[in-house]
């Protein structure tokens, strides 16, 4: 009866000790999933600046080769 009792608190344990590294798997995952998607994040801030700083430019090229502000004249 005895040895009964200890196999199933063993039993228990080492059941404790795998869910409890399932557990730290999947927290790891999580973190690389949430840095990933801060990283995407940060990508597409960056690409919709460059794209607003090209759209700025553009305009400002396009009105003076097409002579749509005349300033000094």
């Known amino acids: 009866m005895e040895r009964?009792?200890?196999h199933d608190h063993h039993k228990d344990n080492s059941e404790l000790i795998a869910n409890s590294m399932k557990?730290?798997?999947k927290d790891k995952e999580r973190e690389h999933v949430r840095s990933l998607n801060k990283l995407w994040l940060w990508l597409g801030v960056l690409v919709l600046i460059a794209?607003?700083?090209w759209w700025i430019f553009s305009?400002?090229?396009f009105e003076d080769t097409?002579?749509?502000?005349?300033f000094g004249n």
């Open 4 to 6: 009964e009792k200890k």
């Open 23 to 25: 557990a730290q798997e």
């Open 51 to 53: 794209l607003l700083l």
């Open 59 to 61: 305009i400002g090229f």
């Open 66 to 70: 097409t002579g749509v502000t005349n």
